[in-house]
């Protein structure tokens, strides 16, 4: 009885194993995803002034404080390093690994904005396909006080103001990085009859890594329809990145103290030297955190 069995149990294995192998053979033969995509174009999600290509990791929230001092002709004393600063706390979060929401408040200058990011396309390290990385950006902020006053500001829709950029760069090698940002820039009020509601801008974005933890950035942007009412200068900024763990520090120095697209892109008045009121020294320190 035990023979009988046992036979049984071979001669029903037989075809299992058979289909067993079969089915290995089959996903043997099926072509493996190996593709690998670049990484860490930039350190940050902000290059300098400006947003980055990068997004945060799912989960991941990202706190941030900004920092921008300067001294004015006027002022003789300096109360604190110089005779002015301003500031801006933010908070980042990674909904996915391409998708980042934000927010933050700046003070004296009463500025409160929001943003979302989403990366469209990321480089390949094999470079087939789009052989560079987009990621859109849409931005909006609202102002409790006016920077230089070419806004209206009789109801809350008057101080409104909205930022889209695409943002497309690339990691040509393990130490040079380079950002195009197309922008367009839209007010929802303006003072002036001559000055536009709605600017188109671009901006362009090198890094260079100079160590495993140190890099050097700058930016540019420049306005193809500026304000009239006002002299203005494209916004400008030399930076060092120096990356310590999860703790990302930035300085730089630029030549306004607006933290917000629609402000720095459009609003900036002073130009860049060491002139006092023209030069701004700035700091930035991220920490993330991963929930």
């Excluded at 209206?152 to 008057?158: A, H, I």
């Excluded at 329809?225 to 930035?250: C, I, M, R």
């Amino acid at each position: 009885m035990k023979n009988k069995r046992l036979g049984l149990l071979i001669l029903i294995s037989i075809p299992l194993c058979s289909f067993g192998q079969s089915l290995l053979d089959k996903l043997a033969k099926e072509p493996l995803d190996s593709t690998q995509y670049v990484m860490s174009t930039f350190k940050g999600t902000r290059i300098s002034i400006g947003h980055s290509i990068e997004t945060r990791k799912k989960n991941t929230l990202e706190v941030s404080f900004m920092s921008r001092y300067w001294n004015t002709p006027q002022e003789t004393s300096n109360a604190f390093v110089a005779d002015r600063m301003c500031t801006r706390f933010g908070l980042d979060y990674g909904i996915s690994n391409n998708f980042t929401i934000g927010i933050g408040a700046g003070t004296p200058n009463g500025i409160f904005d929001a943003y979302v990011k989403h990366r469209i396309v990321q480089q390949k390290t094999d470079n087939t396909g789009i052989p560079f990385g987009i990621t859109l950006l849409q931005s909006g902020t609202y102002r409790t006080r006016s920077i230089i006053g070419i806004e209206n500001r009789d109801s809350f829709g008057d101080k409104l103001a909205f930022t889209t950029q695409l943002l497309i760069a690339r990691k040509f090698s393990r130490n040079f990085s380079f950002q195009i940002s197309p922008t367009f820039i839209h007010r929802t009020s303006s003072s002036f009859n001559e000055d536009d509601h709605n600017h188109f801008a671009v901006g362009f974005s090198p890094r260079y890594k100079v160590s495993n933890h140190v890099s050097l950035v700058s930016e540019y942007y420049y306005v193809a329809n500026p304000l009239k009412s006002v002299k203005t200068y494209g916004a400008f900024v030399l930076g060092v990145n120096w990356e310590v763990s999860d703790l990302l520090l930035q300085f730089k120095m630029t030549n306004n103290q607006i933290f917000n697209e629609d402000g720095f892109i459009t609003q900036t008045v002073r130009n860049f030297n060491t002139r006092d009121g023209n030069f701004f020294f700035g700091f930035h320190a991220t920490y993330h955190i991963q929930l």
